[in-house]
Each structure stands twice: as structure tokens, then as C-alpha cells.
């Protein structure tokens, strides 16, 4: 797996705007911060392999019908399950390879990012926009915007072990690799324990 490798170095690159935003520090830092919480999120193994499920589930019929009716012109073609099991294995690897890559493309170190929310019913976390994973792996040195979001009927508290008041926050994973949000109960003024 040499993606990013493959997209800095080809002759003509085939996304060339992404060695033009490595190259560039500020946005090298917007796109790795993005990067990486959609790879814990949307694009992470899980939701990838959930939604190739629904379509394989969906499309399943039409797709066998479409190979048996194309399988004499398309020689030694796999059936769709087949192609899910090739896809399935791809997804499972995807994230990990190039989160790797663009850590050793950029230089940044990968860093664990733990983010919690107390009480788990009080509300949740986003980074960069996309909802947090318990645990994710980030960029060191990279900004990320972490927003706290109450659910109804609580409110936000602050942060553990942190002065900001603000349910927005943005910080570097490699000074505050834990991060826990706190929530109370709306109306009420208990002190933060």
C-alpha cells in the first residue's frame, strides 16, 4: 500500500492537489485533522463495511442477475459476494495504510486520542465536525477542533482538567490526548467533580 507515495510522486499526478496541500502548512494541517476524523468516523471499518452490506443486501439480486446475464462476455469475472469479500477486505485495511503513509509522508507522528463524555447521557463529541469515536488516532502537532454537544434536557460543564469554557475547543493530540467533555443536568449549578 504506497498511496500517497504513488499521488506525490507519479509523473503526472493523478490528485496533484494533494502533494500542493501537504506542501503548504497550513492546509497540510486542515487536511490531516479532516482526514483522520473521517477516517475514525464515516470512512472507518466499520461504517464502510455496514453500508457495502446494504448495498450488496440491496442491489444483491440486480447485481447476480447482471453477472449471469454478462458472465459469457466477461470471462472468469467473480460474482458480486466475491467481489463484497475482495471490497469487505479492503475497507478492514484502507484507514490504517493511510494513516501510516501520510504520518510518514508529513513526518507527524500518529497519536491515540481518547474523548469521552461525563455522564455518557449528557452528551457527545464531535471532531472537526464529524461525531468522535471513543478512540481515534490523530496527527501530533496537528489543530483539532473538538465541539462538545448536549443532549436535551443537560448542558455543558467545561472540561476535565482544562480552563476553556467554551464547548469548542482546539488542541494538539500530542499535548491533550485525553479529552473528557462535562455535562449537567440543564438548570442545575452543581460544581464540575
Known amino acids: 500500500e504506497n498511496t500517497v507515495q504513488r499521488m506525490q510522486l507519479a509523473q503526472v499526478p493523478v490528485t496533484p492537489y494533494v502533494p500542493r496541500m501537504l506542501a503548504v502548512p497550513g492546509l497540510q494541517d486542515r487536511l490531516l485533522s479532516r482526514f483522520a476524523s473521517l477516517m475514525q468516523g464515516p470512512f472507518s471499518p466499520e461504517q464502510m463495511t455496514a453500508c457495502l452490506d446494504s448495498l450488496l443486501e440491496r442491489y444483491g439480486t440486480a ?12 470471462n472468469e469475472h467473480p460474482e458480486p459476494t466475491a ?3 475482495h471490497l469487505r477486505k479492503f475497507v478492514e485495511r484502507r484507514p490504517a495504510g493511510m494513516m501510516e503513509y501520510l504520518a510518514i509522508a508529513t513526518g507527524r507522528q500518529l497519536i491515540r486520542l481518547r474523548t469521552t463524555c461525563e455522564p455518557e447521557e449528557g452528551g457527545s463529541l464531535t471532531l472537526e465536525g464529524v461525531p468522535a469515536s471513543p478512540r481515534s488516532q490523530q496527527f501530533a502537532g496537528t489543530p483539532l477542533t473538538i ?11 467545561g472540561w476535565k482538567r482544562m480552563e476553556e469554557g467554551s464547548a469548542v475547543v482546539v488542541v494538539d493530540p500530542a499535548h491533550q490526548r485525553q479529552m473528557r467533555a462535562m455535562f449537567r443536568k440543564a438548570g442545575s449549578r452543581a460544581d464540575l467533580p
Open 147 to 157: 465541539t462538545a454537544v448536549a443532549n436535551e434536557g443537560w448542558e455543558f460543564a
Open 83 to 85: 467481489s463484497a469479500d
Open 63 to 74: 447485481l447476480m442477475a447482471d453477472h449471469e446475464r454478462w458472465g459469457m462476455e466477461l
